[in-house]
């Protein structure tokens, strides 16, 4: 792994009893990058990101993450680095439905011990950023699909994570709200520096990359090329 | 030159790089696989062999014995074959309404055993780069530009899903444009 890779994966399978998800992929993400997996439903493309993010051990290959085996740590340790280095936004049920948004957006930052005072200032920030200052005090239970991703993304953020990994982001949104979602979710990871991984099914979302890759049949079968240089180029020659 | 979007020259090469065939073989099988109600007439079927056979694209026999307004069995030659192969391989402008110039390269890969699903990866990566440019766009632009951008976007999003499922049907489709199993070479 070069250090201008900050996740990757090589070779990696993971199987679920008799079914295999992943059959050997390998993907080099670099820091910074707003990189996308597509596929379809069952390719293995959600179990690729759980295994960059390492809630999945692989049963074979290797993750790497800033330097480092990820896969070789054991639970102790991936558990620190998810709570510190990584941030995640999911399609569903992640927030808890009884906190208040500023307490969701707290409580991760709370859980890494920093003061209390500071982590709903930093929960107050991010939800300001997100266009959703005035819902600090409202269960998240009680928001709209739009309101409340905008909350999980505001809890990714908070963290100053390294990465982002985000999980079919947009799934449960209309159009219009899933677009602001990714147009603040990439704007401002791009603003911090903070890669992100998005898996979708969603050429609209995975438009949002600088690269693209599908998986298919648990393998990443095509790199759709980096689409962010290649528009830089475009733009240039303009 | 163009019917229904799609290239009649390149078309018939298509069918020529199969088999070497007769102007009325070519259009029987370009009316079933490519005219989508809307009939080749003989007239532009020879006026355009003829011109591919000035171009050195396709050789014309002597012509055959037997009934019709042309006997002469027609065959692709390596310049013909060159131009077919530069021609499925390359990825077609994304833009809306491009289906029909898709469908005839994905039917004539088939046809030819090309690899059908290697050329929809190169067009899936085309279309997901001007949906980026696009969305890239969409990110400064005026609400005019948006609301244009947004259009576009829906229509190439809408290619893609036909580009995925015909993806997931090429094995389905080889069977129909294929009958007798292999193709021909």
Redesign the interface.
């Known amino acids: 792994m070069t250090r201008a890779h900050l996740v990757e994966a090589r070779d990696v399978a993971k199987s679920f009893g008799q079914t295999p998800a992943l059959r050997g992929a390998s993907v080099a993400i670099r820091a910074g990058e707003i990189f996308a997996v597509m596929g379809?439903s069952g390719s293995g493309k959600s179990t690729l990101l759980h295994c960059l993010a390492g809630i999945f051990a692989p049963d074979r290959g290797e993750v790497w993450f800033d330097g480092e085996r990820l896969d070789t740590l054991g639970e102790a340790e991936r558990t620190r680095l998810r709570r510190t280095a990584f941030g995640f936004v999911f399609q569903f049920g992640q927030l808890v439905p009884e906190l208040t948004a500023a307490d969701n957006v707290a409580l991760p930052l709370l859980l890494n011990r920093v003061r209390r005072r500071v982590a709903y200032g930093t929960a107050e920030t991010w939800l300001g950023r997100l266009g959703i200052g005035d819902k600090g005090a409202n269960r998240t239970g009680e928001l709209s699909g739009g309101e409340a991703q905008r909350v999980a993304v505001a809890r990714a953020l908070a963290l100053a994570p390294k990465v982002i990994f985000a999980d079919e982001p947009t799934g449960s949104l209309d159009s219009l709200t899933g677009e602001k979602v990714m147009?603040l979710l990439t704007?401002l990871a791009r603003e911090a520096g903070t890669t992100v991984v998005i898996v979708t099914h969603d050429?609209?979302v995975?438009?949002?990359?600088d690269r693209?890759v599908?998986v298919r049949d648990g393998l990443v079968?095509?790199d759709?090329?980096a689409?962010?240089e290649?528009?830089s180029a475009?733009k240039a020659g303009r | 030159m163009y019917i229904n979007g799609v290239s009649v020259p390149l078309t018939l090469l298509g069918l020529l790089e199969r088999e070497p065939s007769h102007g009325y073989d070519l259009k029987r099988d370009y009316d079933t696989y490519f005219g989508r109600g809307k009939q080749l007439p003989f007239g532009q079927v020879y006026s355009t062999l003829g011109r591919l056979a000035r171009d050195g694209k396709v050789a014309g026999g002597r012509a055959e014995p037997g009934e019709g307004p042309d006997r002469k069995r027609y065959s692709i030659t390596d310049a013909g074959r060159a131009e077919v192969d530069a021609w499925l391989a390359d990825p077609v402008e994304p833009e809306p309404h491009l289906q029909t110039i898709l469908f005839a390269k994905v039917t004539l890969a088939l046809m030819l055993g090309k690899p059908a699903a290697a050329y929809l990866?190169r067009q899936?990566?085309a279309?997901?780069?001007r949906?980026?440019?696009?969305?890239?766009l969409r990110?400064d632009g005026a609400l005019v530009d948006v609301l244009l951008a947004d259009h576009a976007?829906f229509h190439?999003?809408a290619d893609?899903r036909w580009i995925?499922l015909t993806s997931?049907r090429l094995a389905e489709l080889a069977a129909v444009v294929n009958p007798e199993g292999a193709p021909k070479q």
């Open positions: 379809p147009d704007a050429a609209r995975a438009a949002y990359a693209v599908m079968s095509g759709l090329g689409v962010g290649q528009v475009a | 990866d899936r990566s279309h997901i780069r949906m980026h440019q696009l969305t890239e990110r976007l190439l999003e893609l995925d997931a």
